[in-house]
């Protein structure tokens, strides 16, 4: 299935998302990850911008904070092979 970037973008701006994609040795990775201003480190809530704009200028790519690592992943929105929003956030 393909999943629509400027939707999973705004998924993850709202909630927690569990993404299964593959990664470019063709292992498979799931991560929980998110947008979500209250679940950023502190010092990126204030360059929310530059998240927007990192977002416009790399369609291919989406990078998200890793809850569960505690730091930021990216992933090729063409690689995903699975999504849903966490309800409980973790």
């Not at 809850?67 to 956030?89: E, H, K, L, M, T």
Request: hydrophobic share 35%; with cysteine.
């Amino acid at each position: 299935m393909l999943y629509e970037r400027d939707r999973l973008l705004k998924d993850l701006r709202d909630y927690v998302i569990e993404v299964t994609f593959k990664k470019a040795d063709s292992s498979m990775r799931i991560m929980r990850c998110t947008l979500d201003p209250k679940l950023l480190p502190e010092t990126y809530i204030t360059e929310e911008e530059k998240e927007k704009t990192f977002h416009r200028e790399n369609p291919d790519v989406i990078t998200a904070w890793d809850v569960q690592v505690g730091g930021w992943r990216s992933f090729r929105i063409d690689s995903v092979q699975y999504a849903q929003i966490i309800p409980d956030g973790y």
